[in-house]
């Protein structure tokens, strides 16, 4: 699901960038720029990537161990195979 999350952030970026809309007079509901509506709904569907993330990708292993005792032991990283990096344990891969 990360991966997920990471690449809809990516086609954000890329479709934040709306150079097409620069020059378009046209006015939606008879009263809005185009350019203006195209961000308010670019604005909608960042609120709804981030509630994805927030529901799909959120990293409760590291909530789960800030809100333990202070004398619980952090979870183990683990080695994932081909990455070279170290991933907490129970996490979403």
């Known amino acids: 699901m990360r991966k997920l999350i990471y690449g809809l952030v990516i086609l954000l970026a890329i ?4 150079f097409w809309w620069w ?3 046209a006015l939606v509901f ?15 569907l960042a609120a709804l990537v981030w509630f994805g993330a927030t529901k ?3 990293p409760s ?5 800030a809100e333990a ?5 952090p979870p183990a990283p683990t080695i994932v195979p081909g990455s070279g ?9």
């Open 23 to 25: 020059d378009n007079k």
């Open 69 to 73: 005792p202070d004398d619980a032991p």
């Open 85 to 93: 990096s170290a991933q907490p344990q129970g996490g979403d891969q």
């Open 61 to 65: 292993e590291i909530e789960a161990w």
């Open 56 to 58: 799909l990708a959120w």
């Open 15 to 18: 479709l934040h960038q709306d």
């Open 30 to 44: 008879g009263f809005m720029p185009l350019g203006l509506f195209y961000h308010t709904v670019f604005s909608c």
